[in-house]
């Protein structure tokens, strides 16, 4: 399948990839074309960028979450019928999962997509130097597979003579690869950032004009037609069996109520894409400003996002909090992450001290450490001693949401803890030589900081849809 393709990397974070890949989209997207977008990573917010640009969903393509296969038809799925394809990528384009590993880097999704790789070069305060980075970075892996060089924060001036430098060093080491163009130094390419990353698109009043406004000055700056060839040069990717199983719209939907506004924003589409396949109905609510949950629910699902920046008005919803402790206390099924798990607390402190009380369903404070706690993939697996209390506490129809050996892929990236983070599950790390207790894993209640990658255990999502089935035949009763 013919599938015109790039991604965008960096030698290193905050080398701008997210504000570059933006304006690419943008200027494609005034040309005229279908464009898609993905993310290398966990990360959400990034894909935030992406659908405000575009108007459609970013995908997120992980290495850790997704087998080689299955990431090959995520892909596809998502880019076939686009004109074009932007992937940002993350970190630097070798860093994977640990120190010494280019395992889940943007080049290891880079080479198993085979993908075209355009290197963003920061060019400020340097010249002969940028030459041996460029350089360091091809050589360091053999199908590094970078087909063209974005020289970033240059002048117009400057570079004429920077691409001529630059491409004459790479010929005289063998390699034919282009400048494609530079990024002049504009606040329309500074995005706010704060302590998970960048500030959500929600949040950036105009971003819109300004990635538009990017967009036009990339367009007048950036070779978007060679940019272009190198995409459609992509090779043709195999399209591997799609082993998903098909919706049945026959079923009747049940209804899953969840949490969608600026504190609560971090969902992968993945996860999303699996629980409407089997039957959902996902019904949008703000706890911060609706009154009530969706009508005709019976299930609840509490992402994660900034709820340590709306402390107060969340706090003042009383109503809603009242009503989300009650239904959950009385065995409605309920999967909260992160943001969502801090927002079940009795009470939540901010960054500058003040205390609000939240819903109470959690018995304790979730509270800021001014550091990153946990950062990085894990595998959740249920806790040893807490088989027993697990199966004792759940209904006789239902079974626990995690059994002993089983393993559901996640990440953790949070500077907020908990006076009573769980210890019904434990996270391990991918290499094994890190683990800690998490998760309150109660009956219908699945609630702790690390985010879940559901596709990576579709049983996991197969019981808490059943409960929900469960819950919803008993209201019926009712």
Known sequence: MKIPRILIAAPASGSGKTAISCALMAAFRERGMKVRACKCGPDYIDPMFHREVLGVDSRNLDLFFSGKKELIREFIRHASGADITVTEGVMGYYDGRGMDTDAGSSYDVARTLHMPVILVVPCRGAALSIAALVRGI????????????????????????????????????????????YIPENDAFHLESRHLGLV????????????????????????LEQILRIAEAAPEIESA???????NDSVKKIRIAIAQDEAFCFYYKANLEMLEKAGCELAPFSPLQDK??????????????????YGKKLSENRELLLEIRERIDTGTPCLAECGGFMYLHEEMKDENGDIYPMAGVIKGLTYPTGRLVRFGYVNIEAAQEKEEENTESLNAESEAYLRLGEKIRGHEFHYWTSTDAGNDCIAIKPDGK?????????????????????????????????????????DQKD
């Open 292 to 309: 009530r949950l969706p009508e005709n629910i019976s299930g609840l699902i509490l992402g994660g996002g900034y709820p340590e920046l």
């Open 138 to 181: 091809i050589e360091f892996r053999k199908d590094s597979n970078i087909r063209g060089l974005l020289l970033n924060r240059v002048s117009q001036i400057l570079y004429p003579g920077l691409k001529e430098m630059l491409e004459q060093e790479l010929k005289k080491s063998g390699y034919e690869i282009p400048v494609v163009g």
């Open 241 to 247: 069996e799609d082993e998903t199983v098909p919706a």
């Open 434 to 474: 890190r683990k800690w207790e998490c998760i309150h894993m109660k009956g219908n209640l699945f609630a702790g900081y690390p985010h879940l990658y559901l596709p990576s255990m579709p049983e996991f999502a197969g019981r808490f849809v059943d409960r929900c089935k469960k819950w919803m035949r008993r």
């Open 200 to 223: 959500t698109p929600r949040e950036l009043a105009n971003l819109k004009e300004q990635t538009d406004q990017a967009g036009e000055i990339l367009s007048g700056s950036v070779e």
